[in-house]
């Protein structure tokens, strides 16, 4: 399954009403404070607002538009209070770059975990209380310090489900979402290498059974989690919402440059291609390149005429005859015709008349 979200020239026009009118980005943090700012001073601009704020080991921003990731660090959870999701959420992480050279982890486990924290519902009798499950995504090694693996977290999700098997290149980028439905208790992976704008959802999989710690009955998304186990980690954009369409076409400062820097360049196309069109004195241009195969006396006087379909070419002219050199309205008229065939591939042809001798 696939699903492209591209940024098109009405996007600034008509943003407000791509979603729903109930749909909210309960998280957004863009990080575009000055270098050395603390994630608990990054400024979320989601309707949660400063009720929700990331913990200081979540990394420090670094000027260029990034929260950077490094060491090994605790699991911490960022709480969003009242701000809960019920139904189906959307966790979009953007990565800008990563180096696992210097993880602490081994090759077969996580280097870097985060995903959704979910609450469970209670048993029907009201023995189990509600409990707190974390359903994680895991970024590992893949196949060297550059190249990294995508997979859910064993025991979190479905147990090991491989994504993406390395290959993941450190200098393109890449954008994850990870969609839960609580109501229907299922999981999809959506990935977007390169960070094209393009989401597809893994394994052309969607609705995966969601089963973490042997639980499959959730409420609500509550929280939401980090885990790094060492490395180094550039993240463009975390983000939390309830409206797919709303939550992958997410820009910031830089990325609306960049758009519009994109729409100035397809205008300039358009205007190239407009620009060479026929103006209408070229049109008139052409016109007279055509007439001027027919030669004329005066207005509407035609001496000869070319007719393009046959390739034919007329003259004609009346004789006039009078007795009187004065007065030539009262003699008689004549009108002749002469039909020549212009040879094909010549398209000029003179003609001039001269006396006829045996």
């Given amino acids: 399954m696939n699903t492209t979200l591209k940024y098109v ?31 608990s001073n990054a400024v979320n601009t989601g309707t949660s607002g400063t009720d929700v704020a990331l913990d200081n080991s979540w990394g420090t921003i670094n000027g260029s538009g990034q929260l950077v990731v490094t060491g090994n660090q605790d699991r911490s959870n960022v709480s969003l209070g009242s701000h809960v999701i019920s139904g189906t959420s959307y966790y979009r992480l953007d990565f800008a770059t990563w180096d696992t050279s210097t993880s602490t982890e081994s090759f077969t486990k996580k280097v870097f975990a985060f995903g959704p924290r979910l609450r469970s519902a209670p048993d029907p009798e009201g023995i189990t209380p ?3 499950n974390i359903m994680l995504v895991n970024l590992d090694t893949g196949t060297s310090a550059s190249a990294a693996a995508l997979k859910s977290n064993k025991n979190a999700a479905r147990a090991d489900f491989h994504y993406i098997k390395g290959g993941l290149s450190s200098n393109d980028g890449f954008s994850i979402i990870i969609e839960v439905n609580t109501t229907a208790n299922t999981y999809t992976i959506w990935t977007d290498p390169g960070l094209t704008g393009n989401y597809t959802a893994e394994l052309n999989d969607t609705d995966q059974p969601l089963q973490i710690s042997n639980n499959t009955d959730f409420t609500q998304v509550n929280a939401l989690t980090f885990d790094p186990g ?37 205008l300039a196309t358009v205007t190239s291609q407009r620009d060479a069109l026929p103006t209408q004195s070229a049109y008139d241009a052409v016109v007279a390149e055509r007439d001027a195969r027919n030669a004329r006396i005066g207005e509407d006087s035609m001496l000869i005429s070319v007719d393009p379909n046959t390739n034919q070419a007329a003259i004609q002219f009346v004789v006039e005859e009078t ?6 309205a009262s003699g008689s008229t004549t009108t002749k015709t002469i039909q020549l065939t212009i040879p094909d591939g010549q398209d000029i042809r003179f ?8």
Avoid: K
Avoid at 239 to 255: K, M, R
Avoid at 323 to 328: A, I, K, Q, R
């Fill in 9 to 39: 020239a009405a996007l600034l026009a008509a943003f407000s009403i791509v979603s729903s009118l109930s749909a909210e980005v309960v998280v957004r943090f863009e990080f575009d404070e000055d270098a050395s700012t603390t994630a």
């Fill in 130 to 132: 509600q409990t707190n």
């Fill in 230 to 266: 060492g490395g180094t980690f550039t993240i463009n954009r975390i983000a939390l919402g309830d409206d797919f369409g709303e939550i992958s076409t997410l820009y910031d400062a830089g990325d609306l440059q960049a758009l519009v820097a994109d729409l100035q360049s397809q």
């Fill in 323 to 328: 007795s009187d050199l004065d007065d030539w």
């Fill in 351 to 358: 003609y001039r008349f001269v006396p006829y001798s045996e």
